[in-house]
């Protein structure tokens, strides 16, 4: 079955502090899909990235960066140089191929900026 | 691109109303909706998940008869809160996802309906 475990419930940073997200996944599927989504104070789900177990690579926009590590089932999402505006609840989620593009997500992780 | 909107973004109303919820997908045909429900502070749980023409498929312990799902057309899901009650009062969301390969299409949310009911 799988499974999304996102350790850290909450998190406060000062502001310009870089801020690692913690994301461990289970799939017995050797092919599935990585997500991470944004949830701000009002509410709605912002889609950040995807990335699919074949490809490992890092990946960087701007100050948001991902790092896939299949040894470890893990897909933690680092902010640099963090901003208030990045105050909200980040999800990361898993779907594997085939089974109808069911999500499962993790418990989130709340983000809070102080100036 | 892959606007989701949905409407109302809260309602309150007394308990024994009715309350339907629509979910569109603005400028993509949605073969996929999915409906999600969040308690406070807590992730996201899927209630159900609809494909376009075909009956809802319901995830275990939502009640069918409570939670109507209809997925009319490519761009339009409808959810309706059949009877409710103080118990169904929650955030409910939205999400669709185009065609293309299983799993791999992220899902676009809408913003969200606050219900509340009295």
């Known amino acids: 079955a799988q499974k999304v475990t996102q350790a850290q419930t909450e998190i406060s940073v000062v502001e310009k502090e870089d801020v690692t997200l913690d994301c461990v996944y289970e799939t017995r599927d050797t092919t599935y899909y990585l997500f991470w989504y944004k949830q701000p104070p009002s509410g709605e789900l912002v889609f950040l990235i995807r990335?699919?177990?074949?490809?490992?690579q890092n990946e960087i926009s701007g100050r948001y960066s991902w790092n896939f590590q299949k040894s470890t089932s893990s897909f933690n999402f680092t902010i640099t140089a963090s901003q208030v505006v990045d105050s909200a609840v980040y999800f990361c989620a898993l779907s594997e191929y085939g089974y109808g593009q069911n999500f499962v997500f993790g418990p989130g992780t709340r983000l809070s900026v102080l100036p | 691109g892959a606007v989701v909107s949905q409407h109302p973004s809260r309602v309150i109303c007394k308990s024994g109303t009715s309350v339907k919820i629509e979910c569109r997908s603005l400028?993509?045909?949605?073969?996929?909706m999915f409906w999600y429900r969040q308690f406070p502070k807590k992730s996201l749980m899927l209630m159900a998940t609809?494909?376009?023409?075909?009956?809802?498929?319901?995830e275990q312990g939502v009640e069918k008869d409570k939670f109507l799902i209809n997925h009319a057309s490519l761009t339009l899901s409808t959810l309706t809160v059949t009877s409710a009650h103080p118990e169904d009062s929650s955030f409910y969301i939205c999400?669709?996802?185009?065609?293309?390969?299983?799993?791999?299409?992220?899902?676009?949310f809408g913003d969200g309906t606050r219900l509340s009911i009295l």
């Open positions: 400028d993509f045909q949605a073969t996929t």
């Open positions: 990335r699919n177990s074949f490809d490992e």
């Open positions: 999400s669709a996802t185009g065609t293309g390969d299983f799993g791999a299409q992220p899902q676009h």
């Open positions: 609809s494909n376009e023409g075909s009956k809802a498929t319901y």
